[in-house]
């Protein structure tokens, strides 16, 4: 919830509707790491998580569609 002083739009976890798990929070670290060192598109993101200690849900490599289908699952 905002404060009467803090602008919504300026709220960064307002569409949050809990805390994010520890899974969540690596995946989220790691993406930051990969974009971070140079990734800007989906085929780059995708060989950078496989590059780093974060299997896809399943335990297998991300491709783009697994990336997709757990972005559309976390609702991202």
């Known amino acids: ?24 929070k690596k995946l989220a670290a790691v993406i930051e790491e990969v974009f971070g060192s140079g990734a800007h598109d989906l ?3 995708v060989a950078g998580l496989n590059a780093r200690d974060l299997p ?14 757990e972005m ?3 609702g991202a």
Not at 1 to 11: A, G, K, N, R, V
Not at 56 to 69: I, K, L
């Open 1 to 24: 919830m905002t404060s009467p002083t803090t602008p919504q739009y300026l709220e960064p976890h307002q569409a949050r509707t809990a805390e994010p798990t520890p899974y969540e």
């Open 43 to 45: 085929p780059g993101l």
């Open 56 to 69: 896809a849900p399943d335990g297998s490599p991300w491709t783009e569609e697994t990336f997709r289908s």
């Open 72 to 74: 559309r699952r976390l």
